[in-house]
């Protein structure tokens, strides 16, 4: 009797490691077909496409081509109603991107109704509602306020209220807008939003403000781009240039070197620096738009 005890139990250890083989062995060819490859990559929400017209563009999963509104020159979305529906929000929760984005340049708005909108260097994305096929980019330049997402713009569009360094309201031509009136001015800002300036005394390509030290930089920092990429499409790439000074590069517009003021504290939507030292004409310090003058060659 122990030695029959002794030979069923080894027959059912035996028995007991043959099954577990095979079950491993199973599980390994249920689990990939036969193959130990890994899981496929997750889906790419952002991707990057080159377009004919406009380079490399943003699009979604599906190659729908995205867009930034100029008006949304703060940090919030102003796109709403009737406006909302010709440009639909767009919306990824932690998005995966294709090569040549980052995801810190990637950011959420709440909107009014709470509910949130993806950004993109601070610019709130959207589609636009007649893109009838992924491919299409029909959106470039509606209104002259709707341009197709660009990883690489040199500068981009405001069209906002002009707030001057006095807090008081301003139109295009400098004039007092009494609120809640309001008067919409385009004027060019860095791809993060930061309005630019240009120094009435300066001549073409010639920076006569900042000393050679820098130690007036922090009032008006020169723009130091050196990199001239893509522009909006109602801009010429040809004006953009850049001058040295003082062993740095400054970014220029129609010859015109460009500076940011250091009150605007880095803000997006800030625009005070047309009225500093106050709004007397002739301004001191111009905002910067399309229909700027060439500077004079002296």
Known sequence: MKRNNHHFVMAGLAT????????????????????????????????????????????????????????????????????????????????TLSDGLKSSDFGTTTRRDNSKQLTYKGWPLYYFAQDAQPGDVKGDPIGRIWYVAKPDYTVMIANYQLVGNDKNQYDSLYNLVTPPARSLTRYLVDFSGHTLYNFKNDSFNINKFTKADYSNNGVWPIDTLSTIGSVPSTLNKTDFGTVSVAGRTQLTYKGRPLYFFGADSAKRGNNKGFAFPNANKPITWPYVNESITPAPSK
Do not use: E, H, M
């Not at 491993?24 to 377009?51: E, H, M, T, Y």
């Not at 949304?72 to 909302?84: E, G, H, K, L």
């Open 16 to 95: 007991g490691v043959l099954l577990t083989i095979g079950i491993v062995s199973c599980s390994k060819k249920s689990d990939n077909n036969g193959n130990n490859n890994p899981p496929p990559a997750p889906k790419i929400q952002i991707q990057l496409r080159d377009d004919a017209r406009f380079g490399k563009i943003l699009t979604d999963s599906n190659g729908r081509s995205l867009y930034f509104f100029s008006d949304d020159a703060a940090d919030s979305s102003t796109c709403y109603d009737a406006c909302q529906t010709a440009w639909p929000v767009f919306y990824v929760n932690n998005p």
